[in-house]
């Protein structure tokens, strides 16, 4: 696996933004501690792969900041023989994944865009929990999406995935609540 400092050179060399390397870095930081509290619940969890995935997860903003900065992402990734592991949560930390339908709407290639393992889901759930530097609640999320018209489908992707890896903050006492 690379190192931290590696993958914000890569980040540097494909041409990111300093905003969007900044984002990053917050997005493995929490990705970082939320696999740690995963690891003290018992789970199975490489620290290592979520923070390089996280740090990697928007290396596609570097040539569009459309939906398929995770594909671009992805291949840009490769080039730089980063592993298939990282490029899986490079292309799948999109909202809570991309559904077959959703896919095939944006025009993206037949392939699985919902994030599977542990790891990949620490990514796409760090990644909701961040904006530009800032962290922010689920809540918070949930406004943001309504604002930008997402449908409820997609709104409650995020919960479960909030829920999944992190239960002891978003437990189903403390899940908000659907209209």
């Known amino acids: 696996m690379i190192s931290r ?26 990705a970082v501690e939320i696999a740690k509290k995963n690891i003290e619940a018992g789970k199975d969890v490489d620290v290592d792969l979520v923070e390089i995935g996280a740090l990697l997860h928007d290396l596609g903003r570097a040539e569009t900041h459309g939906m398929n900065h995770g594909l671009v992402g992805a291949k840009l990734a490769k080039k730089h023989n980063i592993p298939k592991q990282v490029l899986e949560i490079i ?8 559904t077959p339908e959703e896919a095939k709407y944006f025009g993206f290639p037949d392939d699985d865009y919902i994030p599977r393992t542990l790891e990949e889901k620490i990514v796409a759930h760090a990644d909701n929990m961040v904006k530009g ?34 239960p002891d903050k978003y437990g189903p006492e403390k899940k908000t609540k659907k209209a």
Do not use: F, P, S, W
């Open 5 to 30: 400092g590696e993958a914000i050179q890569i980040l540097r060399e494909e041409g990111c933004d300093e905003k969007v390397i900044q984002h990053c870095m917050t997005v493995a930081d929490v």
């Open 133 to 166: 530097t800032k962290i922010i609640t689920l809540e918070k999320r949930e406004k943001i999406l309504d604002e930008n018209g997402a449908d409820d489908e997609l709104k409650e992707r995020i919960q479960n995935l909030a829920y999944e890896v992190e």
């Open 91 to 98: 292309k799948k930390h999109i909202g809570a994944g991309i």
